[in-house]
């Protein structure tokens, strides 16, 4: 885990002594497992709100399925393809970071991201043992961003900070523990912390 921090901190890691220095651009997946979790360990809090998303992936649709299942078991093996290269993805992070922000989006992401801390002091936050930081708030600000972008808008909305909501601000909470006896779920606390936003 010391190594996985110092990577997303630091841009680099050590190895015997030896700095070695990651390419840029780099970036870092982690994957959970809700099953086979014998042997591993939860990541802390602070290593956590390094990441920028958090995704759940289900299972997919039948289409997708049949793919999975005739694309890799025929004769022919599909070949990935370069969609992006790491200069053009560096052009596309600067570009995100240029696109302007209006005050209302500004003032609704340091609205949301506040309201779900524990002292918040409302019956939804008062769920929670603990809340996303600062980085919580930067990080939905750049993906709401690059959301924008991605649509082709120049200017994120209301409607990409509440889309982009549990993603970034999902792995940054902890439920208490009464509040997990009592069935509720981060989801449904993010959903209700949004609703006024809707």
Same mark, same amino acid.
């Not at 870092?28 to 939860?42: F, S």
């Given at each position: 885990?010391?190594?996985?921090?110092?990577?997303?901190?630091?841009?680099?890691?050590?190895?015997?002594?030896?700095?070695?220095?990651?390419?840029?651009?780099?970036?870092?997946?982690?994957?959970?497992?809700?099953?086979?979790?014998?042997?591993?360990?939860?990541?802390?809090?602070?290593?956590?709100?390094?990441?920028?998303?958090?995704?759940?992936?289900?299972?997919?649709?039948?289409?997708?399925?049949?793919?999975?299942?005739?694309? #890799?078991?025929?004769?022919?093996?599909?070949?990935?393809?370069?969609?992006?290269?790491?200069?053009?993805?560096?052009?596309?992070?600067?570009?995100?970071?240029?696109? /302007?922000?209006?005050?209302? @989006?500004?003032?609704?992401?340091?609205?949301?991201?506040?309201?779900?801390? #524990?002292?918040?002091?409302? /019956?939804?936050?008062?769920?929670? @043992?603990?809340?996303?930081?600062?980085?919580?708030?930067?990080?939905?600000?750049?993906?709401?961003?690059?959301?924008?972008?991605?649509?082709?808008?120049?200017?994120?909305?209301?409607?990409?900070?509440?889309?982009?909501?549990?993603?970034?601000?999902?792995?940054?909470?902890?439920?208490?523990?009464?509040?997990?006896?009592?069935?509720?779920?981060?989801?449904?606390?993010?959903?209700?912390?949004?609703?006024?936003?809707?």
């Amino acid at each position: 885990q010391s190594a996985l921090l110092q990577a997303m901190q630091e841009g680099f890691v050590t190895i015997a002594g030896q700095r070695h220095d990651l390419p840029k651009p780099f970036h870092v997946l982690a994957t959970q497992n809700p099953i086979e979790q014998e042997g591993t360990y939860p990541l802390p809090e602070a290593q956590l709100d390094r990441f920028l998303l958090q995704i759940d992936v289900n299972y997919p649709d039948r289409v997708a399925e049949r793919r999975m299942l005739l694309d #890799p078991t025929g004769a022919e093996q599909a070949e990935p393809q370069t969609v992006l290269s790491a200069e053009g993805l560096v052009a596309a992070q600067r570009l995100v970071r240029r696109l /302007p922000v209006g005050e209302q @989006i500004v003032d609704a992401i340091l609205d949301l991201v506040r309201s779900a801390r #524990p002292e918040a002091g409302t /019956p939804l936050a008062e769920k929670l @043992i603990w809340g996303p930081g600062p980085r919580a708030s930067q990080a939905l600000m750049l993906a709401a961003r690059a959301k924008a972008l991605l649509d082709g808008r120049l200017s994120p909305s209301l409607d990409d900070v509440i889309a982009l909501a549990e993603p970034v601000l999902k792995h940054r909470m902890a439920l208490s523990f009464a509040a997990r006896a009592e069935g509720e779920t981060l989801s449904n606390i993010i959903a209700g912390l949004t609703a006024k936003y809707r």
